[in-house]
């Protein structure tokens, strides 16, 4: 199946306590389809960057088997820009510098091809904006869509009614309390389908993350890694090995929803372990199912036969 | 295997949002040994309690087929009374009264029987009185200790020493974190092991427990509650769920520990969903299988063969 993904691509600069990357390959957008492209091909790009855009990203991205038709390029504004630096524990981060430049002024239109894209992915963007996509998708089977606390607080009505528009929400766990206005994971999730979406994730970050469908929850873990250089872009990257899966198996029972969670999980822990983007820009395919592997036997317990 | 249980037997007063229980059982080694008693009989019981004890406690404990000849009953102390109140989110909670009572002068004698346990479960306590307690022990199969912040922080040379005599330790993130002096959950686990215990199990309450022996890592997850009434004894609880089926199984294989971490996870999680101790009072057997079956539908995930 296809997917189309539609969301920022920017040049981050990325501070944590292992070190420095400048105007590295950022956005949710770039993180998500990069990701996603490990597992369906060709993944529809909707996004815009600047006149200062690296050529040889463009060529990456290409490289990944993502077709950027729709990747608008503006020729008098700059490429969005988000300097960040993390704590030590690397669960808090500031944001010293936000320049949205290109991006402030993202409002695509749907070529007719990608408007027949079965599988849909929206990476975090103002509702409003998220709501224009949606309009323009003919006969979607999944729209998926993040957001964040930002619009939760700033935009709450416009993002209620892009609930009753998409599929499957995957949102923070503090996002998700936000939006619920309840504490407890189990009854926020309720709430929040309540809201529309009959499929949710709750990301909780270090802590992995939960799958609600109906009455069904499936736990999946982060994978206990030593040594996390940089989150920025976990939460995409999680998104895209999701989609990614989905779109290539076009298969939406709760068993497979669950190993798309897994192949998330698996993507956003081998993201971490670089700066940046530079976890996934060239995974062989036997790492990524190691990962997987690994999260079968770190979590999976067999019952044993008493005498 | 037999189980020699030794900790605090308390009567808690207990405030959550959702009510108040006064001087209701409590105790690390009460809710230890209740909980392994599904598991494996008897369980020896070593402890204090003053005068005030309820006789109705002495005769449920027996009920549960806990020796508790190894408990002494003060003639002139009432017994340990703790008075907790949590926050609106069960994750913090302050503590109003601590009365160590008859607990205060409590140095036990391991009797001659209770000596020769093969599996030793020692609940929270000094780490000068856990060394000499475990000196008493013959020839025991595996000892598991829990410690706190309190001692880390007051009594770590004891603590140092203790650590070598132990082979599983069951402490919490913060705690793990401290002990170590490492932020990174997997590489405190390294450098705890190189302490001594050759398994460690670090909880992180809501977000479930990670095992670690050698290079073997499995986590457990939380079971997902709606309804989460009073958390007090759940890290007893679990540890009595652990070692319960490791004395019920003789078998310290790592498949076998993933397996005590579910049954210990399972009780927990039956636990708080009661105040104080009620959640483990009686349960049926069935319902002990059907929590666990639950966390393997919320664990457990299966590939699909790709056409």
Redesign the interface.
Known sequence: MSLLVIGSLALDTIETPFGKAERTLGGSATFISTSASYFVNPVRLVGIVGYDFPKEELEFLKSKGIDISGLEISENKKTFHWHGKYD??LNTRDTLVTELNAFETFDPVISEKFRKSEYVCLGNLIPSLQKKIIKQIENPKLIMCDTMNFWISGAYDDLLEILKLVNLLVINDSEARELSKE?????AA?RIMEMGPQILIIK?GE??A?LFKGD????A?AF?????FDPTGAGDTFAGGLMGWLA??N?LSE??L??A??YGSTMASLAVEKFSLDGIRNLPHAEIMSRFAEF?????????S?V
Do not use: A, R
Not at 183 to 187: C, Q, R
Not at 296 to 304: A, M
């Open positions: 030590f524990d504490y407890n994971l189990v009854t309720k909780k802590h992995g939960l069904m929850i499936f736990s873990p206990p890694l030593e040594k996390v290539k198996t298969d068993k497979n669950k190993l969670v897994i079968k036997k770190l979590t999976h317990f067999e019952e044993i008493l």
